[in-house]
């Protein structure tokens, strides 16, 4: 039976499945000469759902039979989600527009997007899991096709759709065989049955538990399931990307993060080697494979899976500590990736965008702004002091470090040493390679305040962190609380 | 018991082996049938648990719905399915290994397949006895009552669907004649017949 | 109000420094000035509300670190100390900002340059109001920044570079012993907050350190280390070598910087720390050594030094050794009435300095000056002013707060103390003596300039002389007035709870009791001093001259200044020039090159070549992969067990 107590934990939610589809109504009946103020409706319907969010009580509610929990942790990560799918709407507006591919379902399929992420991290049990990463990943495989005329853009979206079908196989072929040792699929009574001295969770439940694992790296794109990265980010419209380098991996590691610790958080000992394993095959791809690429797109795409090694490192530490870093390490990531590509989308020469990481050479003498946010950026990307990035990297090591796993922290420093490589070879051919001919200066307000506030973020996050880690700290700590 | 012992492996049995020729077969159209085929044995092994809801929605979708359509499909597509499958013999063994060993690894966790004493206690909604209830019934009653949350949701999921067809296949073509009801309810004769009076033995 | 005047200069700060292109070079003198100008009302507001009403304040701005038991807050904490200081910076920083418009005027980086004084000024301020080490170190490295910055404002001439870099490098040496510092509190005291370490010093005052085998006095330790970042920063005997070089900035900056202000930002941290310093009796002595050392060793080199500016420079060294051997007597507040009455006479002295190297055409060597006092009236009298006031003469701000150091240095009545006092004396005579060697040299007697600079000479505008008499005001009143304040008989209510003196001792008015020779001889040495200079430079001139030749050792000693240059450069300079060779074509380039970077990164770039190759496009390729993963992960359970 549905009750107002039902009801409340899931408002925000609520609120923008109807935002959603009104929104979906409104665009069919004007045509895309809405797309304009589809978006900025869009995005002020992210800034109501986190509203409403924020005037909710703050303390740890189930509703629907325990099959969605509004705690703490799923606050925090539905900010930075929330955070991230409005900048990505504001980013693909000029994008779209210039692009002739301004179409009003894009805000649209953001939206859902975002819900089903809001979803994923509110799930508390095995179904709701699917049925919001499912919901998420569907709006996701369109939006990459989105510019349907484009052959690499159709094949990114087909690329993702079968993989990730795929993925959605495994981790369905999981939760099935964990369903059947276990005879239930709510975290509660998961995390229940395998607790107490007699409990022997066997060995059905571990392997169900590695192809579950397999469904979710996929999702956060860790390696050995990380290969459509690269050919979905290069594939995909800019703006697209950029959503994908930030919302969805929040959204899945914070899935991710829940399901280890909640309910199978007593099989540590198993799953913390998977992670162990995928931290490090993750860092050390994202680190070597980078280097070649002549693609921007493409060496964010490394580097995003990189950058998941490293919060995974986090997850890996299993402690109250690691996962408050892997909290403070996604809020970094998160201005670090939206940034970057608000640098990304701003490289447009003669009305055509330049995704080549040539393009930007001498970009210090014709813009000189925009080279010394992409460096900021990059620099924080390598994790040098005192920007955000070398933040990030310090909570997740010092958990590793803590937690006795020496060898995982020092690859994760060895290969951070590597990954310095290509971003700092990017920020040497901004300032001094022979310049090439100045960008468009055609990417809008927008674009450049959000990479002001993104910048300004990355450089001053050191004066006064403590708003993030708390927020973190208090995330991490409701997992725990419990169990 | 005996009889549906036989039942099961006679229907399992097809299952595997309609499964193998899904993917083997070299006529596409082929390949769809035994799909089919593969459907209706799966709803086959689904009516012996007593799960004939499910049994008969298989057949009405999959095999009425889904099959079709893909049948549709394989057939107005010009494709070329042998030069599809060129790469299968290439990665054939390596292929084979990394299957034969992931079934192996398999059949060894069901061997020790050991469902605990209480694991029917602790389903979230007991199935009902079918003397009790049908299970169109049973399935009816928590549908949309315990787990609304998650019928609501996957509803979302269909509307992604569909805005996602609409969006990647729609186009606006300009000169498409289309039928306009309210314009042809609204002709008058006025407009439509024009006497003209003609002399006879000249044309119009 | 409170964190407005901090504020303020950086926002001026930040609108020139970006905004300067925008602004213009007026624009940029107008924001930073009138900001800094606002700031300094705030500043006499604050010395009014918190130091004369006796209502300390705290302003908590946000919470910066926190991690496990490492807790810091940006809070800004005004007690009276700190209200002296705020004072101080301000007002002494907008005349120097007003100043500059005047001075810098013809120079090409106007908006730089006001950019980095406010910004300087900033930094200062975050020091003298911080509530923990971590805040004061902030400012502290702040400050260090800045003034590399400004003494390498002109980065076209290479002696402006290097001095710039000494000055960091020197400041560097004493900043590790300050961080060290910084680490050995928290470690005994587990919190660097003002407030935590403070309540408990007394409670650790017998505690002991283990380091390599050693045990020393933990306090003891701690406050040698703390003391050591003081020295580099207040330029005390063996860090001091930066300082003198440091005058090749321009000279409102070493007005500001390296005079009034960065400079005493060592004396400053002795006196905050004080509760910390006081239960370490043997810290104190050695900060007394080495203050009176600093106070005689600095002024025999000024005897001997003809760059107007280097003179001065000493000067303020020696000076500084004065409020050193203060605080080392736990005279504290008399340390800090110097550190007030020498920020003004010792602006004017340098801002006159500047002026009269304003007239001259950019001439600093006072040999080939003399004889312009009648072409710049105003400047001299302001130098006779500034010259009065740093000699001591009565009356003038410097008596009260020299005199007062002296005395209480025989008041404390230890060998250390004696030896202090006996230092300051003779330091007393030779202030004198170089003051008016200073002006007898630059502004009297035959001119020794050449006819077109002499033809030039003229009187600096308004804008550079109205600073120049505030600080006159300041040089001639501010002992008289605050003296009943810092030592006199509103001393305790004054500066409340913010200096901690042992109980049972009380160093001010032990120096009250001292016998009248003790009072009247610092008044008689200096008029003696003035006497010689007279006689020397100006009745017989050739005397000076005769005395080089005949004590030349001597002479060529203090010259040289004391070879300490010489010596830093034997013994360390060079060594680490030939240690950094080796290293760097044995150790780095054959060795570690060889193995580590090159090395690892042909490995990473023929490793990056196979992953990259591994990314073939093809859909099965990638499905494929996924399957091993699972394949191999599951594998790994069965085969290898699952662990628990």
């Known amino acids: 039976m549905i009750t107002t107590a039902d009801i409340y934990p899931v408002l925000p939610e609520l609120f923008l499945a109807v935002a959603a589809m009104a929104l979906l109504m409104y665009g069919v009946f004007r045509g895309d000469k809405s797309t304009g103020s589809c978006s900025w409706l869009a995005v002020l319907a992210l800034i109501v759902t986190g509203v409403i969010m924020s005037l909710l009580p703050e303390n740890a509610e189930s509703a629907f039979r325990g099959q969605f929990v509004v705690d703490q942790f799923a606050r925090f990560m539905k900010w930075l989600v929330l955070l991230g799918s409005a900048l990505a709407v504001v980013m693909s507006m000029n994008y779209n527009a210039r692009e002739q591919i301004e179409r009003f379902e894009f805000p649209v399929l953001i939206l859902f997007a975002s819900l089903g992420m809001l979803l994923m991290v509110s799930a508390n049990d095995l179904i709701s899991l699917y049925v919001g990463l499912e919901l998420q990943s569907l709006a996701l495989y369109v939006i990459a096709a989105f510019r349907r005329d484009s052959t690499k853009s159709s094949e990114a979206g087909l690329k993702y759709f079968v993989l990730g079908a795929l993925s959605s196989g495994m981790l369905l072929y999981g939760a099935s065989m964990i369903y059947g040792f276990a005879g239930t699929t709510r975290f509660d009574a998961l995390a229940a049955l395998f607790t107490g001295p007699s409990a022997d969770p066997g060995v059905g439940v571990v392997v169900g538990l590695v192809f579950l694992l397999a469904g979710l790296a996929f999702k956060v794109s860790a390696v050995p399931f990380h290969m459509w990265t690269p050919d979905v980010y290069e594939g995909a419209p800019t703006p697209v990307t950029a959503f994908f380098a930030v919302a969805p991996k929040i959204a899945a590691i914070a899935l991710l993060v829940r399901t280890m610790v909640g309910p199978f958080g007593e099989l540590f000992a198993q799953w913390q080697q998977i992670i162990v394993f995928i931290s490090i095959a993750s860092m050390l791809l994202g680190a070597l494979a980078a280097i070649w690429q002549t693609n921007i797109k493409r060496l964010l795409a490394y580097s995003s899976i990189g950058h998941i090694g490293y919060a995974l490192v986090g997850l890996a530490a299993g402690s109250e500590e690691g996962i408050r870093g892997i909290g403070v390490y996604m809020a970094i990531y998160l201005a670090m990736n939206v940034g970057t590509f608000c640098c990304v989308l701003s490289m447009r020469r003669q009305g055509v965008l330049a995704e080549g990481i040539d393009d930007l050479a001498g970009l210090a003498r014709n813009h000189p702004m925009m080279a010394a946010a992409m460096a900021i950026f990059m620099f924080s990307m390598a994790g040098i002091p005192p920007l955000a990035g070398f933040f990030g990297k310090l909570y997740v090591f010092m958990a590793a470090v803590n937690e006795g796993l020496y060898v995982l922290a020092i690859i994760g420093v060895l290969t951070s040493v590597i990954g310095a490589f290509y971003y700092l070879r990017i920020v040497k051919i901004m300032y001094f390679d022979e310049p090439a001919d100045a960008f468009d200066r055609t990417a809008g307000r927008e674009i450049g305040a959000i990479m002001a506030v993104a910048g300004m973020f990355t450089l001053l996050f050191f004066v006064f962190p403590s708003p993030i880690v708390e927020g973190a700290g208090q995330a991490a700590a409701v997992l725990f609380a419990s169990g | 018991m005996i009889l549906q012992a036989i039942s099961f492996y006679a229907f399992a049995a097809v299952t595997v082996a309609a499964a193998v020729m899904v993917i083997s077969a070299r006529n596409p159209v082929h390949s769809v049938l035994f799909l089919i085929l593969a459907f209706f044995n799966a709803a086959g092994l689904f009516v012996l648990m007593g799960a004939e809801f499910i049994a008969m929605i298989l057949v009405i979708v999959y095999v009425g719905a889904v099959a079709v359509l893909f049948l549709f499909v394989v057939m107005m597509l010009d494709i070329n399915f042998v030069e599809l499958r060129q790469g299968f013999l290439q990665y054939l063994p390596i292929g084979a290994l990394v299957g034969l060993v992931l079934l192996a690894e398999l059949v060894l966790i069901l061997g020790s397949w050991a469902i605990a004493p209480d694991t029917a206690s602790r389903a979230a909604a007991p199935t009902p006895a079918i003397t009790e209830t049908t299970n169109t019934h049973a399935i009816g009653q928590v549908l949309y009552t315990d787990y609304i949350y998650l019928f609501q949701a996957a509803g979302l999921i269909l509307l992604i669907a569909m805005i996602g067809a609409i969006v990647l296949t729609l186009r606006s073509r300009e000169g498409v004649k289309r039928q306009r009801i309210s314009d042809q309810v609204g002709r008058t004769r006025e407009e439509s017949v024009e006497v003209r009076h003609v002399e006879p033995g000249s044309g119009v | ?644």
């Not at chain 3, 003596?433 to 020794?448: D, K, N, P």
């Open chain 3, 1 to 644: 109000m409170y964190a407005l005047a901090i504020f303020l200069p950086l926002v001026g700060a930040i609108l020139a420094g970006f905004g300067g292109r925008a602004l213009g070079d007026r624009g940029a003198q107008i924001v930073t000035s009138g900001c800094m100008l606002i700031s300094a009302v705030l500043g006499c507001i604050i010395l009014a509300e918190v130091g004369l009403g006796g209502n300390p304040q705290t302003v908590e701005l946000f919470s910066w670190i926190n991690s496990g038991a490492f807790e810091v807050n940006w809070t800004l904490r005004f007690d009276t100390l700190t209200a002296v200081m705020v004072f101080v910076v301000t007002v002494v920083s907008s005349m120097v900002h007003v100043y500059s418009i005047g001075y810098m005027s013809h120079d090409p980086h106007i908006p730089r340059f006001m950019s980095y004084l406010s910004f300087f000024t900033f930094f200062m301020l975050m020091l003298v109001t911080a509530d923990n080490l971590l805040q004061m170190f902030f400012g502290w490295e702040g400050v260090g920044l800045c003034s590399y910055l400004l003494i390498g404002f002109w980065y076209e001439k290479p002696e402006a570079n290097a001095a710039a870099i000494k000055a960091f490098v020197v400041n560097r040496v004493g900043d590790f012993g300050f961080a060290l510092g910084i680490m050995g509190v928290f470690l005994m005291f587990n919190s660097i907050s003002f407030e935590t370490i403070f309540a408990a010093a007394p409670g650790k005052a017998d505690a002991t350190i283990q380091f390599l085998g050693f045990e020393a006095h933990a306090l003891t330790t701690l406050c040698i280390l703390l003391f050591i970042g003081a020295m580099g920063k207040s330029a005390q005997l063996g860090l001091h070598t930066w300082l003198p070089d440091a005058m090749e900035g321009p000279t409102p900056v070493s007005a500001l910087i390296h005079a009034a202000t960065m400079v005493t930002a060592g004396v400053f941290m002795v006196a905050r720390l004080s509760p910390l310093f006081e239960y370490a009796p043997d810290a104190l002595t050695l900060v007394t050594i080495v203050g009176a050392t600093t106070c005689l060793f600095a002024a025999t080199v000024a005897l001997t030094q003809t760059d107007i500016k280097r003179v001065i420079a000493y000067s303020t060294c020696s000076q500084l050794g004065y409020m050193f051997f203060a605080c080392g007597v736990s005279a504290y507040s008399a340390g800090i009435f110097h550190l007030t009455t020498h920020a003004f006479f010792k602006a004017l002295l340098f801002l006159g300095a500047g002026s009269v190297i304003h007239a001259m055409s950019s001439e600093q060597d006072m040999r080939r000056m003399g004889g312009i006092w009648k072409m710049i009236p105003v400047t001299y009298t302001l130098m006779w002013i500034g010259s009065l006031a740093l000699a001591g003469i009565p009356f003038f701000a410097g008596f009260y707060s020299k005199d007062l150091i002296i005395e209480a240095a025989f008041g404390a009545n230890t060998s250390v103390g004696m030896y202090a006092f006996w230092m300051g004396i003779i330091a007393a005579i030779l202030t004198a003596f170089y003051s008016w060697r200073l002006i007898i040299m630059t502004f009297h007697g035959e001119s020794r300039a050449d006819e077109k600079t002499l033809a030039h000479v003229h009187e600096s505008p308004k804008v550079m002389l109205i600073p120049l008499l505030v600080l006159a005001v300041g040089a001639i009143f501010s002992g008289f007035v605050g003296y009943a304040y810092f030592a006199g008989d509103n001393m305790n209510a004054f500066w409340g709870d913010s200096i901690f003196v042992l109980p049972g001792t009380d160093p001010i008015a032990a120096a009250k009791q001292v016998p009248a020779w003790v009072i009247t001889l610092p008044i008689v040495v200096a008029v003696v001093g003035i006497g010689a200079a007279y006689y020397a430079y100006m009745a017989k001139p050739d005397l000076p001259g005769l005395l080089a030749e005949r004590f030349q050792g001597t002479y060529k000693f203090l010259l040289n200044k004391w070879y300490f240059d010489e010596l830093y450069d034997f013994l360390f300079v060079r060594p680490a020039h030939r240690l950094g060779r080796n290293l760097w074509k044995d150790g780095d380039g054959a060795v570690i090159d060889g193995l580590g970077p090159d090395g690892v990164a042909s490995a990473a770039r023929y490793l990056a070549q196979k992953v990259a190759s591994m990314q073939s496009g093809y859909v099965y390729h990638y499905a494929f992969a996924m399957l091993i993963g699972v394949a191999g992960i599951v594998t790994w359970y069965l085969v290898v067990g699952s662990g628990g």
